[in-house]
């Protein structure tokens, strides 16, 4: 089943602190996770990380300073076979494969393709993250 | 009310056919709108735009080869009286104004601010994209 979803856009970030301060106190948003590398906002069927950004880069196995918008568009399915055969089918169809997929240290599994203008979407796995019939994704643990 | 909400993600592009083929064919995904310099996706509860990138970047008064990254991440609220408090209230907050808010000649109403790290906001009112209590964004005419 093709869902026509976004389960998470990830920022890159230079400094937690500053950034927490613009999307809480500027947009009024509260985050649901937070660690000292990372923040999750819950928004609208999917979320919103906040990532410092030289471990975004070291993610999708991008120089930091490389060109690359340090921002990473995700798109989860449904199981971890999904994730190779759909990686395969957008570089066929002028996507640049930045990751083969593999399994992170947080669990779960992904590959990263960059799109034809250098756009970067993660192609994921995250059984901790419910997406319903619509393609809402859930903050889950 | 706040909403944690995202209303598109706009990605610039510099070849809209060849772009068309990536998300077509590569992710299987059918526009709802098309004309000769934009697509639009219906996606979880936002869209997903591809825009012709000299467009974008006019349009957020920012130069397309000027460090910014060519994409844009849209914040749509209830009503135009809505707009520039919270642009405003952006630029307090760490963000820098981009453009100041104005009526685009597509309709609506919208500002663009850059958050610390040169994320672009677009802060806008678009009466004829529905949003639902969930913020949900439902592509309309």
Redesign the interface.
């Known amino acids: 089943m ?5 389960s998470v ?1 990830t ?5 937690l602190p ?2 927490r ?3 809480e ?6 985050p649901v996770f937070e660690s000292d590398e990372i923040l999750f ?6 979320m ?1 990380g906040l990532w410092l ?1 030289d471990r975004l880069a070291a993610d999708m196995q991008r120089d930091a300073d490389g060109g690359s ?3 990473a ?1 995700a ?1 989860n399915v449904a199981c971890e076979a999904d994730v190779a055969p ?1 990686v395969d ?2 570089a ?4 640049t494969v930045l990751r083969q997929p593999d399994a992170p240290p947080h669990g779960g599994f992904r590959g990263y393709v960059a ?3 250098n ?1 970067v979407w993660e192609i994921a796995h995250n059984p901790a993250w419910p997406i319903d019939a ?4 859930t903050f889950g643990t």
Chains 1, 2 share one sequence.
């Open positions: 093709v869902q026509q979803q976004i856009v920022l890159g970030v230079g400094d500053r950034s301060r613009f999307y106190d500027g947009f009024g948003w509260k906002f819950q928004m609208n069927g999917l919103l950004k918008p340090a921002i568009l798109h759909l089918r957008l066929v169809h002028g996507g799109d034809p203008d756009h619509e393609g809402h994704v």
